[in-house]
């Protein structure tokens, strides 16, 4: 029976920073995305603000209550050591929480302003005073937040990888492999909403930017695994051993199955399905709402599935390194 030191907790934070990354990223690129200095994808740009401080927050806090003593979160905060990803990792949380909420902030109108604002007492002048109309600032906001979004997708693997005694983590591949599934869960959660909203339901054109901006991560995210399978294969023993918990080992079925094929294979498949027509024919994009749904619920269980599998097994890793399982 093996001991897990990060359990399902983790696997939930790191989902998480992740997925607000690849929203932010994909609500900033829909921003730029202009025909006559308008935005073509102002809806999705909106609806992917609204979203993305939210779920990396909520797993910063997941992660400050699993580190036991939650209260002593602020000592992250006093020394910090540029070697240490944990450090880097908590003022970059840090700051691009600050800038998906102020993108946010951007994207309220005058009368939601007024609403939020009508909660804080009025003797609170200092806060009233934020109410300001930044929606000027979106683009710059969005282009501060980019770099900082794409650090947060790549620090969620950066922060495995780092862990040498983990043979399965220890390569330089984990960090960009979690960087476009984050950005794919973005893409596909945004999709997601657009498609679930019922007030004001989803274009054609608007899914057709998400459906093509997932299909671009998807591929990359299977451009990544494939070297990342052969460099394990061509690598030490060690690192052969942690790689065989998924050829063949106990987390086999769930890699293959589930994440690979069901998490990425199919809502490829759906998903070029879909675009196949237009690209190649000229033909009107599809824009199926019940394949959009499922192909981006896939997409979501595959990015989870993904960092599930790559936490738990990654410890049992160490197992192999030692010699200790067989």
């Not at 906001?141 to 862990?163: C, E, H």
């Not at 984050?182 to 989803?202: D, T």
């Not at 399978?229 to 690598?235: A, N, R």
């Not at 063949?248 to 998490?263: A, D, K, N, Q, S």
């Amino acid at each position: 029976m093996h001991e897990f030191n990060w359990g399902l907790l983790i696997v939930v934070y790191l989902f998480l920073g992740g997925l607000s990354a690849g929203l932010f990223f994909a609500a900033g690129l829909a921003d730029y995305m202009t025909v006559d200095d308008k935005p073509v994808y102002a809806r999705v740009a909106r609806m992917g603000a609204f979203l993305a401080p939210w779920p990396v927050a909520i797993g910063s806090g997941l992660l400050i209550l699993d580190l036991g003593n939650w209260y002593r979160f602020y000592k992250l905060f006093t020394h910090f050591r540029w070697e240490s990803p944990m450090s880097i990792g908590s003022y970059l949380l840090t700051i691009f929480t600050v800038i998906a909420f102020l993108y946010l902030f951007a994207w309220l109108t005058a009368d939601e302003r007024q609403w939020l604002f009508s909660k804080v007492p009025a003797t609170w002048k200092q806060v009233h005073r934020l109410n300001v109309d930044l929606s000027a600032w979106r683009g710059k906001i969005a282009m501060v937040g980019f770099p900082f979004s794409i650090g947060v997708g790549i620090y969620t693997g950066v922060l495995l990888g780092a862990v040498s005694a983990r043979p399965f983590w220890n390569t330089n591949l984990v960090a960009q492999m979690f960087l476009f599934s984050a950005l794919s869960s973005g893409a596909a959660a945004l999709m997601l909403a657009m498609v679930l909203n019922k007030r004001s339901p989803a274009e054609k054109h608007e899914i057709k930017f998400l459906v093509t901006l997932d299909v671009v991560f998807i591929s990359l995210e299977l451009f990544i695994i494939l070297p990342y399978l052969i460099h394990g294969q061509l690598s030490s023993l060690a690192v052969k051993q942690a790689l065989g918990l998924i050829l063949g080992g106990p987390y086999t079925f769930v890699f293959w199955g589930p994440f690979l094929v069901m998490g990425l294979l199919v809502p490829l498949a759906i998903e070029v399905y879909e675009l196949a027509p237009n690209i190649f024919k000229g033909h009107e994009f599809h824009g199926s709402r019940n394949l959009a749904l499922t192909a981006a619920g896939l997409v979501l269980i595959g990015g989870f599935l993904l960092r599930y599998i790559f936490v738990y097994a990654g410890q049992v890793s160490s197992f192999h390194q030692m010699g200790l399982l067989r």
